[in-house]
DNA sequence: GAATTTTGTTCAAACCTTTGCACAAGGAAA
DNA sequence: TTTCCTTGTGCAAAGGTTTGAACAAAATTC
């Protein structure tokens, strides 16, 4: 009558504190307190548990332990557009920080599209201690959600619209010491190639940028919109190569380090010489064109680009991201807190030099904190 | 003597089967039940209930689900190099694909640099249902982990070295593809730019491509290495620029859209025309030439690129790496599968046409299984 | 009106970990 | 010998959810 359960799958079930007290022939708390290094278990104990321990492979249950009320140590993680080239770096950067710290990344959302509702509520459904947003255009379901649930929140690269804490580089100044920088090698005609016109980042990156040569009562020549992509530079180029060499500007402005490497490909192209890049040694093309980036992404450092532009502190924008993090799940009540770190100038080839200055040094106190 | 204890933060705490429970004045149990839908509660509590928990906004806490034995819902993610265009749009789209079928990311790692012990174990810790690598040098502590513990493990854009499940895009086939077509057009004098050497990703595409010459009586003019980042591409672009034109190659196969779109830079940059693109509409310049790539990165294949390529079917390649991993969440004795996908031929003015073929067409079954 | 089914709800166990408290054994001090 | 302290361990509760089984009340059948 009784026929036998068929043999399911042995698949020896992982190693759980149970399973390892009663290997120990110990109690559950036993093991417990031995892993955790309790100083009441006595080294007798302790090492056999140890032992037995790593032969099972055991690994806590993280989930169990965040029930019991604690920190669940997972992040939730919005990324914003992956086409510009800093978000990848970004994103590496934030990802090795964080597991120095024992964080671990719910990837909620990568891209422009929208959330749906399912993915917003995963902040919630599994426990997050904390949401981190790159994104420029914030979900708005995510920052309800985040308000309404004491998650909290820190926005990286961007500012907050109406409130939360963020980190980001310190955009305007960073605009205004380029200017400055093309004032002093001399250039005449100025030209802006500006990027998402929703960004603070873009905007405030083109303000500095435009307010410093008001200041010394220069006006830009003139403007495109580049869209924060590589082709935006592109194009942007394309017409630049295009204008007769009178009207033509002698100094470009990309707010981004990817608009910036487009737009040279574009002046290269169309063999308009960009910097002093072509002959080399400070001696420069008659009618080049000095092209400024802003982000300091690997790939425009390094040649072909050998970009000047301002190099973000980047280790030290998400570190100090991760920081307001920490301090909010500790105390949620914190206030708001906007971080500004400061950039530093890079100077590369891609841009004539004021006289006297040397190519390849990089000025300015990287990742000094102003907020 | 008794000090009232200080006004902890009211924050009321978030809502909890218990919470609605006593609200509706009900069991948990019966809570559940109506929130899951099951037939055995009357509608009327079913309603009182819904309402109190959309008011509260409940969110059912997956971890203590989780804890039950069921499914976790959270997928281990090991990411390659970001560098890679290729790799954003992949993370993208995942993003997408994950949500919709309710699966979250746990992102373990993104970039070359090698995992901590840690980060591996919280493979473990946080009970993913499964991993997905599309790294191409897969950590080996991933892969012990995983298969030693019952993790389905799924690799996206690389074949499995040992074992494991798969997805690719037909690499040899794509090369052996892009071959014919240069052939067809005419080329006479062939130039490869490879890639990681370590990577069966790259490995496979030169060779298919190599082969298809090989049986056509050509064999390779040059080669060289690009390392897989945009700037090889510049870097091999620069050389073949630099050779005198009755030695250059007039076809060159960089086996990635980042190498590729590197290589046009460093050509036009060198006034070298570059497939049709320069004189437009199929009459090329003299000494043009032709540059084929592989991926489909969207930014390749519209100007200033619009290049000619083979498109991996992104959205098959993703839905069925998450098919394979499900189905091993199901059965996890099911067989290694190695599931290959072809590519379409994306024919942009990168590379001369054949005669009679127009620009712009795609040819090709996406995404027609093969394994 | 009693027996039976249907309907709606509750009980209790299980998942795994952490931790306050209790408990036992052994040694030292009185 | 009693009392107290130290040292090492076990007990039990808690955290939120799911689910099989039990239970009560109402509706149906004879």
């Known amino acids: 009558m009784d026929v036998p ?3 399911t799958r042995p698949a020896r ?8 007290a009663q290997a120990a022939g110990v109690s559950i708390s036993t093991v417990s307190r031995a892993l955790r290094g309790d100083a009441r278990i006595s080294p007798a104990t302790r090492r056999r548990i140890d032992a037995l321990a790593a032969e099972a492979g055991y690994a806590p249950n993280a989930l169990a332990r965040t029930l019991l009320g604690g920190r669940s140590g997972l992040i939730g993680l ?6 510009n080239p800093f978000y990848p770096a970004l994103l590496e950067e934030l990802v090795a920080q964080a597991a120095e710290r024992g964080l671990r990344l719910l990837l909620l959302h990568a891209g422009e599209g929208s959330m749906d509702d399912r993915t917003a509520q995963a902040l919630l459904q599994y426990q997050v201690d904390g949401c981190l947003v790159t994104s420029a255009a914030l979900p708005s379901r995510i920052a309800a959600i985040c308000a309404g649930n004491d998650v909290p929140l820190v926005m990286i690269n961007r500012v907050a619209r109406e409130h939360g804490a963020a980190v980001c580089c310190d955009n305007a100044e960073g605009g ?28 405030d990156r083109e303000r500095g940028f435009v307010e410093r040569l008001a200041a010394r009562g220069v006006a830009l020549a003139c403007r495109f919109d580049g869209g924060a992509t590589r082709e935006g530079g592109w194009a942007a180029g394309e017409r630049i190569a295009a204008m007769p060499p ?6 470009v402005f990309a707010v981004g380090d990817g608009l910036a490497m487009g737009l040279i490909d574009a002046l290269r192209a169309g063999a308009v010489p960009v910097g002093a890049s072509v002959e080399g040694e400070g ?15 690997a790939a425009a450092l390094r040649p072909p680009y050998a970009l000047t532009t301002i190099v973000q502190p980047l280790r030290a924008v998400v570190r100090r991201g991760l920081d307001l993090l920490l301090a909010r799940m500790e105390d949620p009540a914190a206030p708001d807190e906007l971080v500004t770190l400061r950039g530093t100038l890079h100077v590369g080839r891609s841009a004539r ?3 006297g200055a040397a190519t390849g040094a990089s000025h300015g106190d990287a990742g000094r904190e102003t907020g």
């Not at 205004?176 to 905007?203: E, I, K, P, W, Y």
């Not at 009178?246 to 100094?251: H, L, Q, S, Y």
């Open 283 to 297: 001696v420069e093309a008659a009618g080049a064109v000095s092209v400024v980036g802003f982000d300091g992404v």
């Open 78 to 83: 919005v990324l914003g557009p992956m086409q």
């Open 13 to 20: 079930a992982r190693a759980t504190l149970l399973s390892l």
């Open 5 to 7: 359960a068929p043999p």
């Open 353 to 355: 030099l004021p006289a």
């Open 176 to 203: 205004a010491r380029l200017a400055d920088f093309l004032l002093a090698g001399g250039h005449r005609r100025f030209a802006v190639v500006g990027g998402n016109a929703d960004t603070s980042t873009s905007l």
């Open 246 to 251: 009178g009207e033509r500007p002698d100094a």
